[in-house]
């Protein structure tokens, strides 16, 4: 038995029986990344003799007995995670050798219950991707094929769950960059709704759009670990007071009566067939168990990602001002301050970063607030009012991930629009704040996961989960793990 | 010909910041206290680090709303902070967070005394935002003290009805005053927690536009605030009226050679790319807050000067006096309720012995002088003629340092006063013998000799006799 490969549900069981320990599960981890590493790529920093000390202190706890469900469970954390002591880059130049005195409100829950950090996974520079290839520390490669992109910008954490170097994994949604790495490593990825999770401690890309969660093996896993992440944190005033349900209790397997929106606009042309075929394929499975599909429609769509490079950028402008030299990260000394700043930022941020903060700027500006940012914000409002009248006549919406599958690394480095359509069935999620997860539902002819994007209400993570969950045991589909 | 400063009026908005009385700051828990070492009163959060998130502080929103409140303000019950980008070494997240469409208090009013009468100056608005931290420049080197990074501050802008120089002080003095009535701020410039800019611009008088302003900076005192506006509108007036143009500019004061120079343009040329603060819910000040803070507001500067005027029969100068400090008229009214009758010797105790030694000591008043009920009590012992005025004034000053009671002190220093009519008869009898010559020229006529009989008996008696009762007896005496 190949102790990295388990699932959280049977590491836990094997655990709490002592029939495994955290150290020995750890260590599997560990040699798994030694392994796989070289051609991967998928961390920027590998905490080996911390996650050994953190295995060993959650050992003596399991022998205890009663310990929490993600006690001495490795797990990998995307680098934008702010965590005490150990270097966090959010895979900058900039930050390159950052040390944070703090702990993301996350870190410091997952500590809590003993869970194990591997290390910090790769990730596109201050999220700003979605192919884990604007990293400062190089791109992470897809476990499924090498030579394509592991998807972004959590693609490190993707990676990573998929090629078994950890059970799961930490990741950040701003625009989809949780669900499109997930569906590209066939893997469960969950972005909340926004303000479910605590933001504190992860490193601001859109502050607005911003949410974390977690990369899994299983829809089962997925909702362990979020039950851990969610809930009211006094150090986030964006955060919901909401109580968190209990979301393995929802994994109920019964769809039964279930209503599927299927949003007509997001059939689009330039989608990859095998995608549709296969997100169709799995609509219908979902008919087989009971559920019903409705056409719905989500008529703002086509302005989504217009919105998104508005307000992302905007925010993200002045969230980057920060890393300026002088109290901390990178500094290019200069004989003056206006100098220093220049040089700092010009060497320290990568160019996709720099075209969102000069894009950001931009839109900002005096005199043309009202017509980029403002207007922007209006039509979030109305992507939002879009999916609550879809939500009078569905319980859940479903649609592809991504309109392909993982595509090659550098084939649209050359194109930023290219490249931001990756994100064109993810983003109206962030900007109507709710929740999402994909999860596979099928390969392509090149044997690359096709992944499946199912939407809830706000704080609708339970309908979700267990219609994801229902499908995943329904056996629909064979898993085919990487052959790396 | 007419001189041109009397063809020009001034008019004159001031913007001013001053730091809320809270022990934390704005957005983390940090102490807020001025004074501590450089950066020790930092964290994560006001050192602007990767990924931390500001959490309002509840206190300082109460104390913007009182002061508010104090102003005549509308209070919104919905406004947001918004960021305000620049880079600067001392503002660590590269923006400041303040409010900008849709400030806390809006409007209001305060009125002011002038040389020229009663004056009210309008405001715009009432906002509230972080401080930034403090560069120092030492050795070639600059360094950043961050402890006043995040300090809660309010702004208050003024609507240009400022007319001159002394105007704009007696306008500062008044905010301060109610600042410090309402407890929102210790409104102290120089410590940096009240400061001043000054937009500045002369017309025509009878003119309904407004010219072109000039802002001034780096203001700490209001003496510096007052000869800046003097000296500007001087220098606009003289340039107007020598038909040159006024550009707007923004000029820093330079106290050492008094006046005011403008500011490189790239020091100010900023577009601060406002957009609201997505960290922050918008904050919602319910109705039932906002009148809560109204029925605990105390009494205000201005309403105390005309109720000292009304109730204590005080005169404005007096009055105005002893209201400028609020614990100076805390002080004032305690030691009436000690029993005196007399207000007017209370008073003049007050604006004389009280303030005089806070300022000699420079210490805050609690500390400086004795509790005011039992400098009440001393009082109350002249006002019963048990204690001269001036052995009062020895008791007191020695009370100031020994901390003890007025009846303890003028015990120990053996100055009661003697009233006891035997006594003093007895000693006006002994000098009435001794001195058989002068009473026989007193008798004569020589009526300048009686306070030389006064002197007499005082002596005999050591100095603590009634010296009313003295004269009564010795008239009496004489006379026989």
């Keep these: 038995m190949e102790l990295c490969r388990l699932t959280i549900a049977e590491a836990r069981a094997l655990l709490a029986r002592r029939e495994i320990s955290a150290v020995e599960l750890t260590r599997a981890c560990l040699d798994r990344i030694a392994e796989l590493e070289r051609r991967l790529n998928a961390f920027i920093t590998v905490c080996a003799r911390e996650a050994i000390a953190q295995a060993e202190v959650a050992d003596k706890r399991l022998e205890q007995g009663g310990a929490p469900a993600l006690c001495g469970i490795p797990l990998a954390i995307k680098d934008i995670y702010a965590t005490r002591g150990v270097r966090t880059t959010c895979a900058s130049k900039i930050l390159e050798k950052f040390v944070p005195p703090h702990d993301a409100t996350s870190i410091a829950k997952l500590r809590a219950v003993g869970a194990v950090f591997v290390g910090k996974a790769n990730m596109d520079e201050f999220a700003m991707g979605s192919s884990t290839e604007n990293s400062a520390f190089g791109a992470t490669r897809n476990p499924y094929d090498l030579q394509r992109v592991a998807g972004g910008s959590s693609g490190g954490s993707a990676a990573a769950v998929a090629a078994d170097e950890c059970l799961a994994a930490l990741g950040t949604d701003t625009g989809g960059s949780i669900r499109e790495p997930a569906s590209f490593c066939g893997v469960v990825g969950i972005k909340p709704t926004y303000s479910r999770v605590s933001r504190y401690g992860v490193i601001a890309y859109a502050s607005s759009l911003d949410q974390v969660g977690p990369f899994a093996k299983s829809v089962r896993d997925a909702a362990i670990v979020l039950r851990e992440l969610a809930g009211i944190d006094p150090r986030d005033s964006t955060c919901s007071a909401r109580p968190v349900p209990d979301y393995e209790r929802a994994l109920t397997g019964d769809v039964k009566g279930m209503r599927i929106g299927v949003p007509r606009e997001y059939f689009v042309e330039g989608m990859e067939a095998e995608v549709e075929g296969a997100v169709r394929a799995a609509l219908r499975h979902y008919e087989t168990m009971g559920a019903r599909t409705v056409e719905i429609s989500l008529p703002h769509t086509d302005y989504a990602i217009a919105a998104y490079y508005l307000i992302a950028t905007a925010e993200a402008s002045a969230n980057l001002a920060r890393y300026d030299g002088i109290r901390y990260g990178l500094r290019v000394p200069a004989d003056n301050n206006i100098e220093l700043y220049n040089r700092t930022r010009d060497t320290g941020f990568g160019a996709e970063v720099k075209r969102r903060i000069m894009l950001g700027t931009f839109a900002l500006s005096a005199g043309y607030y009202d017509a980029y940012y403002l207007k922007a914000q209006k039509v979030r409002t109305l992507i939002r009012r879009d999916f609550e009248r879809a939500f009078e006549t569905c319980d859940i919406i479903a649609t592809p991930t991504a309109p392909t599958t993982a595509f090659k690394i550098g084939e649209k480095t050359a194109d930023p629009l290219q490249m931001y359509l990756s994100d064109i069935f993810t983003i109206s999620v962030n900007l109507a704040g709710l929740p999402g997860l994909s999860m596979p539902c099928g390969y392509d002819s090149h044997g690359m996961p096709i992944g499946l994007q199912i939407v809830g209400a706000p704080f609708g993570e339970e309908a979700i989960l267990r219609a994801a969950d229902a499908y995943e045991r329904s056996g629909a589909i064979a898993r085919r793990p990487p052959a790396i | ?480």
């Excluded at chain 2, 109350?380 to 000053?397: G, P, R, Y």
């Design chain 2, 1 to 480: 010909m007419e001189p041109a400063t009397e063809k020009y009026e001034a008019v004159i908005g001031l913007e001013v910041h001053t730091h809320l009385l809270t022990r934390s700051k704005l957005f983390c828990g940090c102490a807020a206290a001025f004074g501590a070492g450089p950066n020790e009163n930092v964290c994560p959060v006001c050192m602007g680090m990767p990924g931390v998130l500001p959490v309002l502080n509840r206190r300082a929103v109460e104390l913007a709303i009182r002061m508010g409140l104090a102003a005549h303000c509308s209070i919104s019950e919905y406004s947001i902070f918004d960021r305000k980008s620049y880079f600067y070494p001392d503002l660590p997240k590269g923006y400041q967070i303040s409010q900008y469409e849709t400030p806390l208090c809006k409007g209001g009013y305060i009125d002011i005394a002038t040389s020229g009468g009663a004056r009210r100056v309008r405001l715009v608005r009432i906002h509230m935002e972080e401080d930034a931290g403090k560069n120092i420049h030492q050795d070639g080197t600059s360094l950043v003290d961050f402890n006043r990074s995040g300090v809660p501050l309010v702004e208050i802008v003024s609507e240009p009805d400022i007319r001159s120089a002394e105007e704009a002080g007696a306008y500062l003095r008044e905010l301060r005053n109610i600042l410090r009535y309402v407890g929102a701020s210790e409104g102290r410039m120089e410590e940096g927690n009240f400061r001043c800019d000054v937009n500045v611009s002369v017309r025509p008088k009878g003119a309904t536009e407004f010219g072109t302003k000039t802002e001034i900076k780096n203001l700490n005192s209001f003496r510096f605030v007052e000869k800046a506006i003097a000296y500007e509108v001087a220098r606009q007036i003289e340039t107007l009226a020598a038909g040159g143009r006024i550009p707007q500019e923004t000029h820093l004061w330079d106290p050492d050679r008094e006046e005011t120079r403008p500011m490189r343009s790239k020091e100010f040329a900023n577009d601060y790319r406002y957009f609201p603060e997505p960290d922050l819910p918008p904050l919602r000040v319910p109705a039932e807050l906002i009148e809560r803070i109204r029925t605990a507001m105390p009494e205000l500067p201005a309403d105390r000067r005309a109720r000292f005027v009304r109730d204590f029969a005080l005169s404005d100068y007096e009055a105005a006096l002893l209201t400028e400090e609020r614990e100076v008229a805390d002080y004032f009214e305690a030691m009436l309720a000690a029993g005196l009758g007399n207000r007017k010797t209370a008073a003049n105790w007050v604006m004389t012995e009280v303030l005089r030694v806070v300022n000699e000591t420079g210490s805050p008043l609690a500390d400086a002088v004795p509790p005011p009920a039992e400098t009440g009590r001393l009082l109350k012992m002249v006002e019963e003629a048990t204690l001269s005025l001036n052995a009062a004034k020895t008791a007191f000053a020695a009370m100031c340092k020994s901390g003890g009671t007025a009846a303890a002190t003028v015990g120990e220093l053996g100055l009661v006063q003697v009233s006891d009519e035997g006594a003093i008869a007895t000693a006006c009898d002994k000098v009435i013998e001794s001195e058989a010559a002068n009473v026989a020229e007193y008798r004569a006529g020589r009526d300048k000799l009686f306070g030389f009989f006064v002197g007499k008996v005082m002596k005999l008696m050591g100095g603590k006799a009634n010296p009313k009762i003295i004269n009564e007896i010795l008239k009496r005496k004489l006379a026989g």
